[in-house]
């Protein structure tokens, strides 16, 4: 396949974990040949998949009816690893980041992509995938700022409910269209980072002098690498360039565990999110391409 992809070598410590099963990964066959395949992930232990991550077609493949042999692989194993009254799990591609600017790969790309949207999806959001390295110089301390551990759940969750307002993430802004900001910010809490297990105290409030909150950074580590899991300026404290300084935080208490990468992501329209990345030196190694199914 010309469009290699980069999450083959996980795939066998994901099944020893149990964020894969092999009921949840499927091949389409033509005597010996891989047409296509298909993987869903979860967190391990979870009773369904989370999310479809793998979907490949064989690039070199003659066979004029490949696609067809994607899609009606897709279709047969959606319905089977997916309950009849539930949606679909969503999609996501993990793409060069210049994926559109070589003919070879945009073509593969675009073939996955076509085979999810035949079976219902549709394109969702872009997210540039970002990485910090060692030797990256840290932004300095802003004197404007002091940093401390979050308290409780119950100041998280007022942070993050306030931080929702004005939001440019394309999940959130879904989130909000259906549930209140409280109910976005405690669903996001309860299916992202009450999981974590890293210590909570890497998670770090940005305040003033006088102790009024200006914006949060969550540092974590899931299960494959450390992270910036959320980062966010209260709106009434945007556009004093806080967000430089909370970036350089979470970053600081990650790079103090002598770790070998720090990743995060942010969608490719928050064009402020990203701009603070690359500022920081952070490189955009990947994209990720979201779909879901309506």
Not at 143 to 149: K, T
Not at 160 to 170: C, K, R, S, W
Not at 244 to 256: K, P, Q, S
Request: aromatic share 8%.
């Amino acid at each position: 396949m010309r469009l290699p992809y980069v999450l083959n070598e996980e795939l066998s410590d994901d099944l020893a974990e149990g964020r894969r099963r092999p009921e949840w990964m499927w091949v389409a066959l033509r005597g010996e040949r891989l047409i296509a395949r298909a993987a869903w992930w979860s967190s391990p232990g979870a009773d369904a998949p989370a999310l479809l991550d793998v979907l490949d077609i064989d690039d070199d493949s003659s066979d004029p009816d490949r696609a067809d042999v994607a899609v009606h692989m897709l279709r047969t194993a959606i319905a089977a690893t997916t309950s009849s009254d539930a949606r679909p799990p969503d999609y996501v591609r993990f793409v060069p980041p210049d994926w559109r600017e070589d003919a070879v790969t945009k073509k593969a790309v675009e073939d996955r992509l076509a085979t999810a949207a035949r079976t219902g999806a549709r394109l969702f959001v872009e997210r540039l995938r970002l990485e910090w390295r060692p030797g990256t110089p840290i932004r300095a301390a802003d004197e404007r700022l002091r940093f401390r551990p979050v308290h409780d759940e119950e100041e998280l969750l007022v942070l993050l409910t306030a931080v929702l307002e004005g939001t440019l993430d394309a999940h959130s802004r879904t989130d909000l269209s259906r549930m209140s900001a409280r109910e976005a910010a405690a669903s996001q809490y309860e299916d992202e980072f009450a999981r974590y297990t890293s210590p909570r105290d890497w998670w770090q409030i940005a305040t003033l002098p006088d102790g009024d909150a200006v914006g949060l950074v969550i540092a974590a580590r899931n299960d494959y690498n450390p992270v910036i899991a959320y980062l966010a300026v209260l709106p009434q404290h945007r556009g004093h360039g806080y967000v430089d300084a909370i970036l350089a935080e979470g970053t600081r208490v990650l790079a103090a565990q002598d770790v070998p990468r720090i990743r995060a992501a942010t969608d490719l329209d928050n064009t402020p999110m990203a701009a603070a990345f690359r500022r920081a030196g952070w490189v955009n190694f990947e994209r990720a391409i979201h779909m879901t199914w309506s």
